[in-house]
């Protein structure tokens, strides 16, 4: 797997944009990231529609790389870590957490996160919030126009639509304003959104290879 990078600033401070769907803040040493989406697949399947477990491990696998490249000591998840509440798939993601004791995990709750007592127990959350503040960032799951401060962002899945002479390409993207940072998805398994993106922003799409600023 390869891990294209690009550094961007926002409240005077170095962010890193992946190719692999995640962010790095240098100075919090925080891996972030949205929209993981864990018992999706479970989900579909429990319904009658037949997918690979692989999809979830893939993802898994993924941020295992991310972790060996940057060493976080947290995680910030911008909400719908969880797809359908509890199910096989949970159990599989807490085992692959239990690799990485050390990492504190905070989690910035969802529209899709439905967590019970007992389901924050399983998944040992250092911290859950529908939102959180560090220095003069908001992290929340979705934009909120009453928020004065910069906000991080996730629950839209962007997209951007290249038009080459061949054919529309569609990409997904980080999208940055004055105001807020809109992560990708960071599970493959989901839709691109290129309708609902904030406009007059810039766009930072990627591929498996690199990234670009449109």
């Known amino acids: 797997m390869n891990i294209a990078i690009k550094k961007i600033f926002i409240q005077d401070e170095i962010f890193t944009l992946t190719n692999q769907r ?3 803040w240098e100075k919090e040493k925080a891996l972030i990231f949205s929209d993981l989406h864990i018992g999706k697949t479970a989900h579909f399947r429990k319904n009658g529609i037949a997918l690979a477990n692989h999809i979830m491990k893939n993802d898994l696998e993924r941020l295992s790389v991310l972790i060996e490249y940057f060493q976080p000591e947290k995680f910030i998840i911008v909400g719908d870590l969880l797809h359908a509440g509890n199910n096989s798939d949970v159990d599989e993601f807490c085992s692959w957490k239990n690799q990485y004791p050390d990492i504190k995990f905070c989690l910035v709750q969802g529209n899709h996160d439905k967590i019970s007592k007992t389901l924050e127990k399983k ?4 911290f859950r919030s529908t939102s959180l503040e560090i220095d003069e960032i908001s992290f929340v799951h979705d934009f909120d126009r009453s928020n004065p401060k910069f906000q991080i ?3 839209i899945h962007p997209g951007y639509i290249i038009n080459s002479p061949v054919k529309r390409i569609k990409l997904p993207c980080f999208t940055q304003t004055s105001k807020q ?3 990708p998805a960071f599970s493959e398994f989901t839709g691109l959104d290129t309708k609902n993106i904030p406009k007059k922003g810039m ?3 990627f591929t498996d290879s690199d990234i670009y600023e449109i």
């Not at 998944?123 to 250092?126: A, E, G, N, T, Y």
């Open 22 to 24: 995640a962010l790095y």
């Open 181 to 183: 940072l809109l992560l």
């Open 203 to 205: 766009y930072f799409v």
């Open 123 to 126: 998944l040992c959350l250092d």
């Open 153 to 155: 962002t996730g629950h």
